[in-house]
């Protein structure tokens, strides 16, 4: 069988100013712009597109990028498009015919842009497609971020907490360090255990996958133990699968028994492909302590707890709920930074020999790969 390769001539690459409202990070930053210089790219880049994230347009001109006045110019001769968010309407029309662009782009039977893009015979990597395998890893903007919300959602508690969250012995007394309960201990979650316990809080954590236990553990956190979880909580990939009704009743019975004595929740629980699973419901947060708060990443997704309202903060029974969305834009300097690692190392994966080379028999790019050639793919 003869392996496909598609070639997408030029290498000249678009950054673009995120449009999205409350979208702070930007898709290339200075030190990885240098790198695509180094590797023979050449780099446009939106005029304004660092400035949310604290970076000048002189520094991507230090880096050998040229800043260009607008989309349109940054985009004149682009072969790649690299961006965070998806574009809007207006701005994937502007796409030049036969660009790839590579950005977050909710691919899904629903989406409306794919079918547009594939109209103007604009290809896409989608970013959220990178596999769970160890040769991803590099490019996995999913985990990236994930580790930047999951830190910042903790300094968001504690910031609302009434009290601190380290034990402090002081002239005025000693107080107490703060509980902390993350739910769900994947890449957010691991992320939130480590912020939690450098801030001095008494940390534990639950996830249906059993596997995760040692790992929470090792981060110094305890680990709460759910009546027999084993191998039917975990799907392929590292993802967890969703749980029988029966056994989605005992976690909810194991989490209910820890939220009285806590201070701060973190919920980071998502099932690939579904709504993410509900483990805290109003009944439990009205028995939470007056002035206990939490944060439910996974408000995009449906929430954790059954009054999440993405967005936004609700106050029940002296509880505070936060259902923040997109907070690794929050951080957008390191966010992008990240993210933007990413993206090199996709583009080290997909350009060769000067050139952007789409090879379909690769796992990664098939994966990512959702509109080519005039078609969509996923
Ligand atoms: P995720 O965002 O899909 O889910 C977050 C966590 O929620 C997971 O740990 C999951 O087990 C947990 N969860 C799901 N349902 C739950 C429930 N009912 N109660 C409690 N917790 C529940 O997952 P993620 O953070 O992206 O990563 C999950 C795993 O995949 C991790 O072990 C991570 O290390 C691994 N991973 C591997 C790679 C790779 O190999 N390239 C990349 C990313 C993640």
Do not use: W
Not at 196 to 204: C, D, E, M, N, Y
Not at 277 to 296: Q, S, Y
Request: aromatic share 2%; hydrophobic share 45%.
């Amino acid at each position: 069988m003869t392996t496909p390769v598609m070639t997408t001539s030029g290498t000249t690459l678009a950054v673009l100013r995120e449009t999205s409202a409350g979208e702070q990070r930007v898709a290339q930053v200075p030190e990885t712009v240098r790198k695509l210089v180094e590797r023979g790219f050449r780099v446009n880049v939106e005029r304004g597109a660092g400035a949310a994230a604290s970076i000048d347009d002189a520094e991507y001109e230090k880096a050998g990028a040229r800043v260009a006045p607008d989309a349109e110019a940054a985009l004149r001769d682009a072969r790649v498009v690299l961006k965070v968010q998806s574009p809007s309407d207006a701005e994937a029309r502007r796409l030049p015919a036969g660009s790839l662009l590579v950005a977050f782009l909710a691919p899904g039977p629903e989406s409306r842009l794919l079918g547009q893009l594939a109209r103007g015979n604009v290809d896409a990597l989608a970013m959220e497609n990178v596999p769970r395998t160890t040769r991803a890893q590099a490019l996995d903007a999913l985990s990236s971020q994930a580790t930047v919300a999951g830190y910042k959602a903790v300094l968001l508690g504690a910031s609302l907490c009434p009290r601190l969250l380290p034990m402090l012995t002081t002239a005025a007394g000693t107080l107490t360090p703060a509980k902390v309960l993350i739910l769900g201990a994947g890449v957010a979650g691991l992320q939130a255990i480590a912020t939690a316990r450098r801030l001095g809080a008494v940390v534990s954590a639950f996830d249906v996958r059993p596997a995760v236990r040692e790992q929470v553990q090792s981060l110094g956190a305890q680990f709460v133990e759910a009546p027999a979880l084993g191998a039917e909580a975990e799907a392929a990939g590292g993802y967890a699968a969703e749980l029988s009704e029966a056994r989605q009743r005992q976690v909810l019975e194991a989490i209910a028994g820890q939220l009285p004595s806590m201070d701060l929740v973190i919920t980071t629980a998502q099932v690939r492909g579904g709504p993410a699973p509900r483990l805290i419901t109003a009944k439990m947060l009205r028995r939470m302590k007056p002035g206990a708060v939490v944060i439910d990443l996974a408000a995009e997704s449906g929430g954790n707890c059954e009054l999440t309202t993405p967005g936004e903060a609700v106050r029940e029974a002296g509880v505070t709920l936060l259902g923040p969305t997109n907070l690794a834009s929050t951080v957008p300097l390191h966010a992008s930074l990240m993210y933007a690692k990413n993206q090199l190392a996709l583009l080290g994966l997909i350009a060769k020999d000067g050139a952007v080379k789409l090879d379909l028999s690769d796992d990664i790019v098939a994966a990512m790969l959702v509109v080519h050639g005039g078609t969509v793919r996923s």
